[in-house]
């Protein structure tokens, strides 16, 4: 049995009258440009505030009352689907008696003998759900921002008590008369500024998703070079083929580099030293990441095993070499030093 038309429209009103605020529609917009609505059922009452005899009689109230910050996207999306006769959708605002409220509009265009286009859709007032979801979004932010505030004030906090340790160790150290004591105060006070600088260019980063972990690592090998005065002596150079890693990957990477590099300045390199240079590599090889540090001095004795370290250096990096997960691969090499380390992704 054929359906007339009207039955369609009177079963498209029976869906609609079962969807809370919705109405159907048909738009047409003719070869010159003009729009008009040739259909627009009952509902529009209620989402406009409007009789449909008026909005059949003058589409542009519906137009103007799009909110001024919609409207642009709006009537792009009109001029898309028109061009490409692909489904239009539209979601925004819409103000009705000096309120604002949301909108969802679908419609399906076709084109007519007469060069016109016909969309046939449904238009559905989403305030009550949007307000909520907006509420919900504040409610986020505040949040974020909570939470940020927080971080700020744990920074602080951190930061203080790391230099109150490193100012502590720095007066056990003008006391000491004792050379290995002294030694030991200087290192572990080195260690500390080393961390601070670290934690300070961390918190830098407002993704701590996304650490870029090249310049990261340069930042924190010219901070050291810097500060040992050797800027100038010793070259540094890092390769990456790793964009960015997660703040807990970054911050362990930058306290074996600081470890690493502090030991290459001061075993490393000697006032005889020529060309000495520090070289830095981060590759991934399948599930891996590889990261090879190296430098051309007088390297390690043969003997010494870096799985198995007897100096707090190294076992210090060994502590964090396993937090990563990861592994040490030595490989001798005939001069300089040389220390492998992968770990999964």
């Known amino acids: 049995m054929k359906i007339d038309e009207p039955h369609k429209i009177s079963q498209l009103e029976g869906i609609c009258h079962a969807i809370k605020n919705a109405f159907?529609?048909?738009?047409?917009?003719?070869?010159d440009g003009t729009f008009?609505?040739?259909?627009?059922?009952?509902?529009?009452?209620?989402?406009?505030?409007?009789?449909?005899?008026?909005?059949?009689?003058?589409v542009s109230i519906i137009m103007d009352m799009v909110h001024p910050e919609d409207k642009e996207g709006y009537l792009k999306a009109i001029e898309e689907s028109a061009k490409t006769l692909k489904r239009f959708m539209w979601t925004g605002r819409t103000i009705v008696n000096n309120k604002i409220k949301w909108g969802v509009v679908q419609s399906?265009?076709?084109?007519?003998?007469?060069?016109?286009?016909?969309?046939?859709?449904?238009?559905q007032d989403i305030t009550p759900t949007k307000e909520k979801e907006i509420e919900a979004e504040k409610?986020?932010?505040?949040?974020?921002?909570?939470?940020?505030?927080?971080?700020?004030e744990i920074h602080h906090r951190v930061k203080n008590n790391l230099q109150i340790i490193s100012s502590l160790l720095n007066i056990e150290l003008r006391k000491s008369n004792n050379p290995e004591v002294k030694?030991?105060?200087?290192?572990?006070?080195?260690?500390?500024?080393?961390?601070?600088?670290?934690?300070?260019?961390?918190?830098?980063?407002?993704?701590?998703?996304?650490?870029?972990?090249?310049?990261?690592?340069?930042?924190i090998a010219q901070n050291l070079l810097l500060s040992s005065g050797k800027?100038?002596?010793?070259?540094?150079?890092?390769?990456?083929?790793?964009?960015?890693?997660?703040?807990?990957?970054?911050?362990?990477?930058?306290?074996?580099?600081?470890?690493?590099?502090?030991?290459?300045?001061?075993?490393?390199?000697?006032?005889?030293?020529?060309?000495f240079k520090i070289e830095l590599n981060l590759t991934t090889e399948k599930e891996s990441i590889c990261y090879k540090y190296c430098d051309n001095g007088p390297g390690l004795p043969s003997t010494y095993n870096l799985n198995n370290?007897?100096?707090?250096?190294f076992k210090l990096i060994q502590s964090l070499i396993k937090k990563l997960k990861g592994e040490i691969i030595q490989k001798k090499q005939p001069k300089g030093f040389q220390l492998i380390i992968t770990f999964k992704k």
């Open 309 to 313: 370290p007897s100096n707090f250096g």
């Open 231 to 275: 800027l100038d002596l010793i070259e540094f150079d890092i390769e990456s083929k790793i964009d960015n890693l997660n703040a807990d990957v970054a911050i362990n990477l930058g306290l074996i580099s600081a470890e690493l590099i502090t030991n290459s300045i001061k075993h490393g390199y000697t006032t005889n030293s020529s060309n």
């Open 139 to 152: 409610k986020l932010e505040d949040s974020l921002k909570e939470k940020t505030i927080l971080l700020k």
């Open 24 to 31: 159907i529609f048909t738009f047409k917009l003719d070869a």
């Open 36 to 58: 008009s609505v040739p259909y627009i059922s009952e509902g529009c009452e209620s989402v406009y505030n409007l009789k449909k005899e008026v909005i059949l009689n003058d």
């Open 108 to 123: 399906y265009p076709s084109l007519q003998e007469d060069n016109s286009i016909i969309w046939h859709g449904i238009s």
């Open 183 to 219: 030694s030991v105060l200087s290192s572990s006070r080195e260690r500390i500024e080393a961390i601070t600088y670290i934690h300070q260019k961390l918190y830098d980063h407002t993704d701590l998703s996304n650490i870029d972990i090249k310049e990261y690592l340069k930042e």
